[in-house]
């Protein structure tokens, strides 16, 4: 089962990627050289709260452990919310 808001959380995904110029902003590679290494794109919650989808709060990482460390924000994802996701985009499937 998707969480109800997948759709929402694809559509906020595609527009900071286009925002990004779909490229990781911290290494700078895009997305065909990131497929190339086995890497994709990522979004990142800049204040660490998964639940907060404004794209200004969205940055576009790659999934290499350098540029988006794992679990960076599962530590600070507040319990009461109930949301522990990643918000690993691989996982939307197109
Ligand atoms: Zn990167
Ligand atoms: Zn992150």
């Given amino acids: 089962m998707r969480p109800v808001?997948?759709?929402?959380?694809?559509?906020?995904?595609?527009?900071?990627?286009r925002?990004?110029?779909?490229?990781c902003q911290r290494c700078g590679r895009g997305r065909e050289e990131l497929a190339q290494l086995?890497?994709?794109l990522e979004a990142h919650h800049v204040n660490n709260?998964?639940?907060d989808h404004r794209p200004e709060n969205?940055?576009?990482l790659c999934s290499d452990g350098a540029c988006h460390p794992r679990g960076d924000h599962l530590g600070n994802?507040?319990?009461s919310s109930g949301l522990i996701f990643t918000y690993k985009l691989g996982d939307i499937s197109d």
């Fill in 38 to 40: 086995g890497l994709q």
């Fill in 49 to 51: 709260l998964p639940a």
């Fill in 19 to 23: 925002r990004d110029g779909y490229r």
């Fill in 77 to 79: 994802t507040p319990k």
């Fill in 58 to 60: 969205l940055v576009t």
């Fill in 5 to 17: 808001d997948t759709r929402a959380r694809r559509a906020v995904r595609d527009e900071v990627f």
